[in-house]
């Protein structure tokens, strides 16, 4: 003869722990576990903890402040921002030189050179004087005041000139005396 | 004892995300019972269980690089077994029997006879009523007694309500009681 008793519930759990110890087949562990090695071992990775920006906050500092040292070294290094050290060194080439330097562009129509001496005859033509040469005529610019006085004379003139292609056209008198 | 029998589920699946093979053979080894059984329980069949173990295991080895550990590995591993049983339910044409909506249950939900003799021809008295427990309240007594989850967890997992949770862990136990008794 049985007699059934009711479980409580701590009985139930206890009974059912004890009772329910079934398992997969090892032939399937063995399946799943190769396949857990086999995952790794086609695409190992390291085991120290992965770098991340997550993990480097201050990365993203330093990579802005390069970009912006990158910028600022971009935009002194612009060739039109560029002065040559041996033209603003005072004293170092001549006023002529510096200017030629600066604007060959404009120097190639006038270009101005050391005082040089012209011998020839001073003449006046539509209002603008000029000194005849041998070779040429050429542009007395800024003439002195007692320009007049050398007219249709043959003159001695030192003074800066004006080429273009290699052609003396124009002169600044600085001094001027017959020849 | 070495240094990765002292790490967490947490870690150890972390661990394996870089490479280590070992530390998801360990996890492998402490969860696999509970996970299988979990199956088991509600499928009856050992075929089945063991195809849809082998199912999450090769989903939790897939998912090993973009694990993030925001709660217990535990957790994670049977919400992913819940949801691959729900699916499995659904393409069996068995979807209303894991619908985890908080409908209150009748209390005479036993089953009947016939089947719960043919079962017992096969297994423990006990475990054959625990696999004839409906649906729902398997669900919760396997996560309770298998997988070692709080009521609060279960409910959590399963997307019910903490009193729904708490019903049916009892109506479970209630029935347990009536289809098994001992003889002192």
Known sequence: MSHKSPLNDDAISKAYQQQSNDMPSSALDDKILAASRRAVAAKPTSIAPKRS??????LPAIAASFFVAAVFVAQQEEPEHIIP???????SISAPALMKSAAPEMMAEADVTEPLQFQGKIEQRDQQW????????VLIESPPRNIADFEHQQALVQGHAGTSEGEVISIVIQEIKLN | MTKTELLTDEQLMLNYGKGDAAAFEQLYQKHKGGVYRY???????????EELHHDIWMKLINARESYQPTAKFTTWLYTLA??????YYRKNSKAQTLDFDDIVEPEDELPDLSEQLTHSRQADELISQVELLPAQQKEVFLLRHEAGFSLEEIANLTKSSFEATKSRLRYAMAKLKQGVSYEP
Do not use: G, K, Y
């Not at chain 1, 920006?53 to 201050?58: A, D, H, L, S």
């Not at chain 1, 050290?85 to 004293?91: D, G, I, L, Y």
């Not at chain 2, 819940?82 to 699916?87: I, S």
């Open chain 2, 39 to 49: 199956f088991l329980r509600h499928c009856s069949r050992a075929d089945v269980a």
């Open chain 2, 82 to 87: 819940h949801n691959h049983l729900v699916n």
């Open chain 1, 130 to 137: 000029w000194l005849i040469t041998s070779e040429q005529d």
């Open chain 1, 85 to 91: 050290q041996a033209e603003v060194a005072p004293m």
């Open chain 1, 53 to 58: 920006w997550r993990n480097m906050p201050f």
